[in-house]
């Protein structure tokens, strides 16, 4: 295996983020990524202190995405008038110390957190997300 030269690298920021998250979502099962319609793709540093609070984190590094908004088994597919769109956050920082703890590439973390989230909105159980996740593996690396 060929070294990596580390010495210039620097952390992806934002836009990068943005980028790999849209890479994964168009990596996703064509069927599941259409039924995600117009849900919003966003990424942040960490989540707002409100979020933070108000889901009893100890640090803000305790989260690594989020779906706000009204999921579809609650009826999300309904557009309310005045509601805000279904949001997606991906948080930089957090998913930047998770990276750097494990062995799992950025890319593959970042599609993890985007799979889950998404799984939010459908109301899926954790199996259902690990067979989604399992068939965006097997397109990345078929054994």
Do not use: C, K
């Amino acid at each position: 295996m060929t070294a990596v030269d580390w010495t210039h690298a620097v952390a992806p920021d934002l836009d990068a983020f943005e980028a790999m998250a849209r890479t994964a979502h168009a990596g996703l099962p064509e069927e599941f990524r259409r039924l995600t319609g117009e849900v919003v793709i966003a990424v942040a540093e960490f989540p707002e202190d409100e979020v933070v609070e108000e889901m009893g984190l100890e640090s803000p590094f305790d989260l690594m995405g989020l779906f706000q908004g009204v999921g579809l088994p609650q009826g999300g597919a309904v557009a309310d008038t005045g509601r805000m769109p279904n949001r997606i956050w991906l948080y930089r920082r957090p998913i930047l110390d998770w990276w750097a703890e494990n062995e799992d590439s950025l890319g593959r973390i970042v599609a993890h957190v985007l799979i889950h989230e998404i799984g939010h909105h459908f109301g899926f159980s954790d199996d259902d997300m690990e067979a989604i996740e399992a068939s965006v593996d097997e397109e990345e690396d078929p054994a």
